[in-house]
């Protein structure tokens, strides 16, 4: 992918830091603001939410044959700009179908849930910046 950049990669990571997050709000009205432009698609705790173990299994119903696992991590870490402390995000998959006879067997959903994190930060983090130029957003 353009602009992507891919510095080490390091096996057995079990969570991450999210250096900053993706806007609440999508910007439509000042091109100029250099803001994350192409966050539409995640924003807030969906962009979370897509870092954590079996979330792209659930969320994706026709994934094409032979692609390659996306595993996620077991926990992401996040500063609340709010209130200055750290929280942990976990996800796990459930099956309602099992507990409320409503949904249709084999049902699954992603659940997401935060607490306070323990202990030191994660040992790696990710971030994102806009490399677009004013030029770039004249266009």
């Known amino acids: 992918m353009a602009g992507e950049f891919i510095r080490r990669t390091v096996e057995g990571v079990d969570g991450i830091y999210l250096l900053k997050l993706r806007p609440d709000s999508t910007n439509y009205d000042d091109q100029f603001r250099l803001d994350d432009p192409y966050g539409r698609d995640l924003a807030g705790n969906g962009y979370i939410q897509s ?3 079996g979330s792209f299994q659930t969320e994706s119903k026709d994934m094409p044959e032979g692609a390659p696992p996306r595993l996620g991590y077991l926990y992401v870490d996040v500063q609340d700009a709010r209130d ?3 929280y942990r995000y976990t996800g796990r998959v459930e099956e309602p179908w ?5 949904y249709l067997r ?3 959903r992603f659940v997401v849930a935060n607490s306070v994190a323990p202990g030191p930060p994660p040992r790696y983090g990710v971030t994102y910046d806009d490399i677009s130029t004013r030029e770039d957003r004249e266009h």
Do not use: P, Y
């Open 98 to 102: 099992q507990t409320n006879k409503s």
């Open 106 to 108: 084999g049902h699954m």
């Open 84 to 86: 200055g402390r750290r």
């Open 51 to 53: 870092f954590l173990r």
